[in-house]
Nanobody, 117 residues
Framework: QVQLVESGGGLVQAGGSLRLSCGASGIIFSLNVMGWYRQAPGQQRELVARISTGGVTNYADSVKGRFTISRDNVKNTVYLQMNTLKPEDTAVYYC???????????WGQGTQVTVSS
């Protein structure tokens, strides 16, 4: 059974930082592209950051220079370090895995991030 479990969300003031974690089980972690997405109320889910199996990263323009995605293939965990948070970063953040061989993808249950002004 595949499980992606996010943690680390919460309420923070503008300018603050949070670190999200996503622990994966039931997948061959090293064969998966891992991503963080977010969805604000009334908005579509959007890609925030993604890290390839080889560690190549890409980011949404809105978070470049503020957020950093990383992965630990021993701990089967992907992280999202979020600095200089803004109220517009408020959303539910979801972890995603995409197997590069089978193209199967899975989602976590999401974690709420709220940034107050």
């Amino acid at each position: 059974q595949v499980q992606l479990v996010e943690s680390g969300g919460g309420l923070v003031q503008a300018g603050g930082s949070l670190r999200l974690s996503c622990g994966a089980s039931g997948i061959i972690f090293s064969l998966n592209v891992m991503g963080w997405y977010r969805q604000a109320p009334g908005q579509q889910r959007e890609l925030v950051a993604r890290i390839s199996t080889g560690g190549v990263t890409n980011y949404a323009d809105s978070v470049k220079g503020r957020f950093t995605i990383s992965r630990d293939n021993v701990k089967n965990t992907v992280y999202l370090q979020m600095n200089t948070l803004k109220p517009e970063d408020t959303a539910v953040y979801y972890c995603n895995s995409l197997n590069v061989m089978s193209q199967r993808n899975y989602w976590g249950q999401g974690t709420q991030v709220t940034v107050s002004s």
